[in-house]
C-alpha cells in the first residue's frame, strides 16, 4: 500500500475513501427520511384510531348506561307490582279474616287455623290488631247507623269489632297466662317472646303492668308486715329517731337491690324496658314507700300535743327529717339503676307535701314545747335545792338564797341554740328554694329570740328581786338617833346584814350580766355563722332578721340597765351607811388634846374605798365596752355628789382641811381605774376646792382667780371654815363676789 505522506506520490486512495462515506453518509440519510415519513404516516393513522375507539366506547357507554336504566325501571316496575300483588294478596287474606269476624256476634269458633295456632300466635296478633284499627276506624268514619243502606256495611263492622275486641282480649289474657308461666319458670325467652307480641297491645301497657303488680313485693303480706319491723327494730314503737334511720338504711337497700335484680330482667324481656323501670320504681314509691312512711310519720295535733316524755313534737318532726333523708337517698339510687322518663325527684316530694305544708307550725310548736319543758326542770331543780337547804321561808336572805339557785345560765342558752341549730338543718334539709328557706328560718330563729330574750329578762328580773330585798330590808332597820344603846346595836347589827345582802345581790346581778353577754354574743356569733348566709340570698330577709335580733337584744339591755341602777343605788345606799356610821365630826378637826393632827385618811373613806373595791371587783370583770363605761360613770357622779352632800354637814379646821384632801385624793385615787375623764376632773376640782379649807382668809381671792370652776361650790364649802365667823370671811367674800 503506498504511503500517504510520500512526498513524490498524489493522495488518490485516501480521496477515494473519504468519498465513499459521504455517499454513504447521504444513503443513510435518505433511508432515515423515509422512515420518518412512514413513522409520522403510522402514528397519524393510530392517533386516528384511537379516536375512532374512543368515540366507540363513548358509545357502548352510553348504550350501557341507557341499558342499565331501562332495567332498574324495569326491576321498580317488578318491585312495584310484586309489593302491590303482595299488599293485594293480604288485603284479601284481611278481607277473609275480616268476614269472619263479620260473621256472628260472640262467634269467634269459625275463625282460620291461624287465630288459634299457638305457633302462630306472633302472626295472629298482629293482623288481629290491623282488623281491629281498620273496622274501628271505619266504624268512626261512619258514625251512628242510618236506617238505610249503609247500615248493614256499619253493623258489621261493628261486629267486626265487637268480636275482635273480645279475640284480643282472650288472646291478650292467654299470653298474659303464657308470660306468667315462663315468668315463674324463669324462662327469660319465652317471656321476651310474649312481652314483644304484647306489645302490640296498647303498646304493651296491660303486659307492663301485670308484670310490676305481680312483684312478690307488691302482693306478698309477709313482707309487708315484715318491712316496718325492720325500719323499727328491737324497740319498737318506742324506737327513736336514730334506729329508725338505722332500719331504713336497711330496708332501703333490700329494696334497691330487689329493683337492680327485676331491672336485669327487665332489661332482658321487655322491648320498652324504661317505660318498665317507670311503672316499678313509681309503684315502689306509691306503694311501699309510701306504706312505711304511713306508719312512721303519724302527724300528731297541734291542740293537744304528745307529752315530752314520749318525746314530744320533736320526735315527730326527727322522724320525718330522716325518712326524708333516707328516702331521697333511695329516690337517687332508684334513678341511677334507671325510671325512664319518671320523675323520681317530683314523685319524692309529693309523698311528703302534706308534711312539708305544716312543717313550720310543728317547728315553732316544737321548739315551745321544749322551752316550757326546759322552764319546768329548771324551777322543780331550784324547788328541790331550796327545800334541801331548808331555806324556803326564811326572811333573811331567802331572795339570794332563790336568787343564786336559779342565776342565768349560759349552758342553758346554749341548748336553746343548740335547739334551733337542729331546726335549721331539719329546714334545710326539706326545703331548697332560697325564698321557701328564708322564710322558715326566719320563723325558726324568731322563737331562739324570743326564748333567748324571755329567758335572760326573766333572769335578770329575780336578780332584781334580790336587789330589792336588800333596798327593803335597808329601809327597814333604818332609825332615829333617840334610842337606846341596845336597840341601836340590834339595829347596826341588822344593818350589817342588810348590807352584807345588798352586796351578795350586787354580785349576783353583776354576773347575771356578765352571763347575759355571754348569752347575747352566743345568740350573734350563731347568727352570723348559720343564719346569715340562709337569708342573704333573699333581698330585705337579712335585714328583717337583723331588726328582729336587735329588738330581742334590747329587750334584755333594757332589764339589764333597770338592774344597774339598782346596782348603783344599792352601791350608793352602803357608802352613805358607812359615812354616817363611820365619819366623826372630829374627823376634819384640830384635836382638843393639842396632839399632831392625823393625816391619814378618815376611818369612814378607809371602809368606803376598800368596800368600794371589793364590790367593784366583779363589775369590772362582768361589765364590757358601753355598759361599763355608762355604769362606772354614772356610779362616779353618784359618789361625787354623795360626798360633796356628805361633806357639807361638817365644820373643817386647816388641819381637818388637809386629812380631807387626803380622803379626796385616795377617792380619787380609786375612781381612777373607773378610766372615765370627766369623773377623774370631778376629783380633781374636789382637791383643789378642799384648799378652800387649808388657805388663809386674805389667800381665798387667789384660790378663785387660779380656779373660777370651783366658784359655785367653794363659796358654800367657804362657810363650813369653823373660823367663817371670827375670820369675817363673809365680808370678805361679798366683796370678792362684787369684784
Known amino acids: 500500500m503506498p504511503s500517504a505522506t510520500d512526498p513524490g506520490g498524489a493522495p488518490l486512495t485516501l480521496d477515494l475513501d473519504d468519498f465513499k462515506i459521504d455517499k454513504r453518509l447521504q444513503n443513510l440519510k435518505k433511508e432515515v427520511a423515509t422512515q420518518d415519513a412512514k413513522h409520522r404516516k403510522t402514528l397519524g393513522e393510530l392517533e386516528k384510531g384511537v379516536d375512532g375507539l374512543f368515540d366507540s366506547f363513548a358509545r357502548l357507554d352510553s348504550r350501557i348506561s341507557s341499558v342499565g336504566q331501562t332495567a332498574a325501571k324495569i326491576g321498580d316496575h317488578l318491585q312495584s307490582a310484586e309489593s302491590q300483588r303482595e299488599t293485594a294478596s293480604q288485603t284479601i287474606d284481611l278481607i277473609k279474616y275480616l268476614m269472619e269476624f263479620n260473621s256472628t256476634p260472640g262467634d269467634l269458633m269459625e275463625l282460620s287455623p291461624l287465630f288459634s295456632d299457638d305457633s302462630r300466635v306472633a302472626e295472629a296478633a298482629s293482623i288481629a290488631q290491623k282488623l281491629r284499627s281498620f273496622a274501628e276506624e271505619d266504624v268512626g268514619r ?9 247500615a248493614n256495611a256499619s253493623r258489621g263492622l261493628e261486629v267486626a269489632v265487637a268480636n275482635l275486641q273480645e279475640y284480643c282480649n282472650e288472646l291478650e289474657n292467654r299470653l298474659l297466662a303464657r308470660f306468667d308461666t315462663a315468668s315463674q319458670r324463669r324462662e327469660m325467652s319465652t317471656m321476651a317472646e310474649c312481652a314483644k307480641i304484647l306489645s302490640q297491645f296498647n303498646r304493651g301497657t296491660s303486659a307492663m303492668q301485670h308484670y310490676v303488680a305481680t312483684r312478690p313485693m307488691f302482693i306478698d303480706v309477709d313482707i309487708m308486715s315484715i318491712d316496718i319491723q325492720v325500719v323499727l327494730g328491737e324497740e319498737g314503737p318506742q324506737a327513736d329517731h336514730i334506729c329508725i ?16 335484680r327485676e331491672a336485669t330482667t327487665i332489661m332482658a324481656v321487655f322491648p320498652s324496658p324504661n317505660e318498665v323501670m317507670s311503672i316499678l320504681v313509681q309503684r315502689v314509691l306509691e306503694q311501699r314507700v309510701t306504706a312505711i312512711l304511713d306508719k312512721l310519720l303519724i302527724k300528731p295535733s297541734l291542740a293537744n300535743l304528745p307529752p315530752i316524755e314520749e318525746g314530744g313534737l320533736l320526735h315527730y318532726l326527727r322522724v320525718l327529717a330522716v325518712a326524708y333523708d333516707k328516702t331521697k337517698e333511695l329516690a337517687k339510687e332508684l334513678q341511677s339503676i334507671g325510671c325512664g322518663d319518671l320523675d323520681i325527684e317530683g314523685l319524692t ?30 324551777r322543780a331543780e331550784a ?16 331572795a339570794v338564797t332563790t336568787s343564786l339557785q336559779q342565776q342565768i345560765s349560759v349552758t342553758v342558752v346554749t341548748e336553746f341554740v343548740r335547739w334551733n341549730e337542729e ?21 325558726i330563729f324568731a322563737c331562739l329570740l324570743d326564748q333567748v330574750s324571755q329567758y335572760l329578762t326573766e333572769g335578770l328580773d329575780r336578780a332584781r328581786e334580790s336587789l330589792n330585798h336588800a333596798a327593803t330590808q335597808r329601809d327597814r332597820y333604818v332609825i332615829g338617833t333617840s334610842v337606846s344603846r341596845r336597840v341601836a346595836t340590834a339595829a347596826a347589827n ?5 348590807a352584807a345582802a345588798g352586796e351578795s345581790s350586787f354580785r349576783s ?3 347575771a350580766v356578765q352571763r347575759c353577754a355571754s348569752s347575747v354574743a352566743i345568740l350573734q356569733q350563731y347568727f352570723s355563722n348559720t343564719i346569715s348566709r340562709l337569708l342573704l340570698p333573699v333581698d330585705g330577709a337579712h335585714p328583717s332578721a337583723c331588726e328582729d335580733m336587735g329588738s330581742a337584744v334590747s329587750v334584755v339591755e333594757a332589764a339589764a340597765h333597770k338592774g344597774l341602777l339598782q ?55 362582768a361589765l364590757e365596752g358601753l355598759n361599763k363605761q355608762s355604769f362606772l360613770t354614772e356610779l362616779g357622779n353618784r359618789l361625787h355628789k354623795g360626798l360633796l352632800n356628805h361633806w357639807q354637814k361638817f365644820t373643817f379646821s386647816p388641819s381637818g382641811g388637809l386629812r380631807l384632801k387626803r380622803d379626796i385624793t385616795e377617792y380619787g385615787e380609786f375612781v381612777r381605774s373607773f378610766n372615765a375623764p370627766s369623773i377623774d376632773e370631778k376629783f380633781e376640782l374636789l382637791g383643789i376646792m378642799a384648799n378652800v379649807f387649808i388657805v388663809a382668809p386674805e389667800s381665798l381671792a387667789s384660790l378663785f382667780e387660779g380656779t373660777p370652776s370651783i366658784r359655785k361650790d367653794a363659796l358654800r364649802f367657804i362657810q363650813l371654815r369653823d373660823d367663817y365667823k371670827t375670820a369675817k370671811i363673809a365680808s370678805m367674800l361679798n366683796s370678792i363676789m362684787a369684784e
Request: hydrophobic share 35%; glycine share 4%; proline share 3%.
Open 142 to 150: 261512619h258514625g251512628v247507623p242510618s236506617a238505610v243502606g249503609s
Open 245 to 260: 334511720a338505722e332500719g331504713l338504711s336497711v330496708l332501703y337497700k333490700e329494696i334497691a337491690d330487689t329493683v337492680r
Open 349 to 378: 316530694e309529693s309523698i311528703f307535701v302534706s308534711h312539708k305544708d305544716e312543717y313550720t307550725e310543728f317547728e315553732q310548736a316544737s321548739l315551745r314545747q321544749q322551752y316550757q319543758s326546759k322552764m319546768a326542770e329548771l
Open 383 to 398: 324547788k328541790q335545792q331550796s327545800e334541801s337547804t331548808g331555806t324556803i321561808g326564811r326572811s333573811n336572805g331567802a
Open 423 to 443: 331546726a335549721i338543718s331539719r329546714c334545710t334539709l326539706l326545703f331548697s328554694q332560697p325564698a321557701t328557706v328564708a322564710a322558715n328560718v326566719r320563723s
Open 494 to 498: 341588822a344593818a350589817e346584814a342588810a
Open 509 to 511: 346581778f353583776m354576773i
Open 567 to 621: 346596782c348603783i343605788d344599792t352601791v350608793m345606799s352602803e357608802v352613805e351607811r358607812l359615812l354616817s356610821s363611820e365619819q366623826k365630826a372630829t374627823d376634819y378637826r384640830t384635836p382638843d388634846d393639842g396632839a399632831a393632827p392625823d393625816h391619814r385618811p378618815t376611818n369612814a373613806c378607809i371602809r368606803i374605798v376598800a368596800y368600794l373595791s371589793r364590790v367593784l371587783e366583779v363589775a369590772f370583770s
